[in-house]
């Protein structure tokens, strides 16, 4: 069942989710050569607790941390720890937030220092198939159309889309219906409706689509060694359109 939230919910989403995109622009300041992914995590975790908030991640199903940090060949699930961030490299944070009882989601990936131009074009392409998900969100309109428009972008620039991994509704837990794959026909699943909320995220690899496991039961690799992206936005669905509650606002 998908759950569409009340004015009073969508208060407290638009907090953790202005909580989450705070703590992406700390991120962002944060992450360059010789920094470790775990020291990421603790600016993180500051920061969400002193809001007031509670990091999603710490702890949910066992995870150890409160972001998740992805550097490279990984995807997504990376545990932060000793590593360090090295010039060239991208690194997919992944935040969440609850605030109240209510969660907000966001994943970025981030270049540090200079990279190479095609590891630039697989942010860009990535982050443009959010956007083209995103702008076609309103009432009526048919989920796999969104995970449709995703597919169209990255693959059009001659990137594979993952299939294994997935977007979600999102609320009161972290993880709701509707599952929102990254491909798909359009024209087909659930309608949108005003008061849902959900997180888009397209997962792009260079190379191909396959990934596996490691053996932490967490951390997802490509199966080729590729680098790919992640990109992630908590969304709801508006009387006319959406709004991006996971987006600082342009005056900030």
């Known amino acids: 069942m998908i759950i569409c939230k009340s004015d009073s919910e969508l208060r407290y989403m638009r907090e953790a ?3 989450v995109a705070e703590t992406h622009r700390i991120m962002a300041e944060a992450v360059k050569p010789g920094v470790t992914t775990q020291e990421l995590d603790q600016l993180a975790e500051a920061y969400i607790r002193s809001q007031g908030a509670e990091p999603s991640f710490k702890g949910y199903n066992g995870f150890p941390a409160s972001i998740c940090a992805s550097v ?3 995807l997504v699930h990376g545990f932060p720890g000793p590593r360090k961030l090295n010039e060239g490299d991208i690194i997919s944070i992944d935040i969440g937030a609850q605030y109240k009882g209510y969660h907000g989601d966001s994943a970025w990936t981030y270049p540090v220092g200079n990279v190479s131009d095609e590891v630039k074009r697989l942010l860009e392409v990535t982050e443009e198939s959010l956007y083209a998900g995103l702008n076609l969100i309103r009432p009526d309109v048919r989920l ?7 597919q169209q972008v990255a693959e059009a620039a001659g990137f594979s889309i993952v299939r294994e991994f997935v977007g979600h509704g999102i609320g009161k837990d972290l993880h709701e219906e509707p599952q929102i794959p990254n491909y798909g026909i359009p024209d087909r699943g659930p309608r949108l409706k ?3 909320v959900l ?3 397209p997962m792009v690899n260079i190379g191909e689509r ?3 496991t490691l053996e932490d039961n967490w951390t997802v690799v490509t199966e080729d060694g590729s680098w790919c992206a992640h990109f992630e936005h908590t969304v709801a ?4 359109g959406f709004e991006i509650l996971t987006k600082l606002p342009k005056s900030v």
């Open 144 to 150: 796999f159309t969104i995970s449709h428009a995703v």
């Open 210 to 212: 396959y990934v596996r």
């Open 194 to 196: 005003p008061g849902m």
């Open 17 to 19: 989710g202005r909580i």
């Open 199 to 201: 997180c888009i995220e």
């Open 72 to 74: 490279n060949d990984e």
């Open 237 to 240: 669905v508006t009387e006319d």
